[in-house]
């Protein structure tokens, strides 16, 4: 038996289909803190909060392998991750597969704190685990695309630093994968085939708007106060604008093509994404 924690995300529904697809419904149960988000899922769902312990270890009765996806609480995810895999140890699960982030072991970007802390936890745990080091998403330069086609301007503190995204429809078919053929021991640094600068992604922005729009770069704490100008929460324009900035050293870029060969398939390209944000 499999599970997907995290199964009512993003991330998690992708992964939850790539994974029926690969070992049947019958073999997979979702988790998630409010199933009524996957009554459409056509898999089993039970109840598994990160913030209430006491819903873990039954939510994983009879599970072997799980698939543990990241909580969005920046800050708390700690000690979230802490009660699943407790949960997990005392469940019986055998092998937990975890999305980090990319180089979890050397990043620079503040946000890999928390996963390098629970990368520990893991090897702690005396469970046999996977990591998957996820890079960026594409999805995260093309979610609000249509203000800086209108003023012919994308902002960032990335320099000319390289990114090697991938969408999330790639990370979610390797963490299928992994999940399912995984020894237990493996680390896989996953990122797209290719990579661009973000003058790169704003000139294939221009090309497919059909009019300029140029890379702006800026100072780290003027891209998080123009930030926090548009709305965002203060923490979270810190958050985006260190994430911008210490990609501006390479720290989104991988060249192993390990996702790649992964999912028997190349990554999707930053210009298909692009587009599609654009149709
Ligand atoms: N690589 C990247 O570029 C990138 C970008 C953003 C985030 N991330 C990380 O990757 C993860 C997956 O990405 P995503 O795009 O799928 O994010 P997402 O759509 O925000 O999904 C987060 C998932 O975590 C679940 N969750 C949060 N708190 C929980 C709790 N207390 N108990 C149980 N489940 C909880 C959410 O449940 P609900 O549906 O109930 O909210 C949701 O299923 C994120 O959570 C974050 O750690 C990576």
């Known amino acids: 038996m499999y599970a997907v924690a995290g199964a009512s995300g993003q991330l998690g529904r992708l992964a939850l289909g790539e994974l029926i697809g690969r070992v049947g419904a019958d073999k997979v149960v979702a988790l998630a803190r409010d199933p009524a988000k996957l009554a459409d899922a056509g898999v089993a769902v039970r109840v598994a909060d990160y913030d209430r312990p006491e819903t873990l270890v039954p939510a994983l009765a009879g599970v072997e392998r799980l698939l543990l996806i990241s909580g969005n609480a920046v800050g708390a995810r700690v000690a979230q991750h802490k009660a699943v895999i407790d949960a997990a140890r005392e469940a019986g699960v055998k092998l937990i597969a975890y999305t980090s982030i990319l180089h979890a072991d050397s990043s620079t970007i503040g946000l890999a704190e928390e996963h390098r802390q629970t990368e520990a936890l893991l090897r702690e745990s005396g469970l046999a685990f ?120 390479d720290q989104l870029f991988d060249d192993s093509h390990t996702l790649s060969r992964l999912i028997g398939r190349p990554t999707t390209p930053i210009a298909e994404t692009i587009a599609a944000a654009l149709a």
């Open 130 to 249: 996977v990591l998957l080091r996820n890079g960026w998403y594409n999805e995260n330069y093309t979610g609000a695309l249509a203000p800086s086609v209108a003023h012919g301007a994308i902002i960032g503190a990335a320099g000319t630093g390289r990114i090697a995204s991938a969408t999330r429809a790639d990370y979610a078919a390797a963490a299928a994968v992994a999940l399912v053929s995984a020894q237990g021991g493996e680390v896989y640094e996953l990122a797209g085939d290719a990579a661009f600068t973000m003058a790169d992604f704003a000139a294939e922005v221009a090309q497919v708007a059909g009019k300029p729009v140029a890379y702006v770069d800026m100072p780290k704490a003027d891209y998080a106060a123009a930030l926090e100008g548009v709305g965002l929460p203060g923490f979270i324009a810190q958050m985006v604008s260190d994430s911008s900035f210490e990609s501006s050293k």
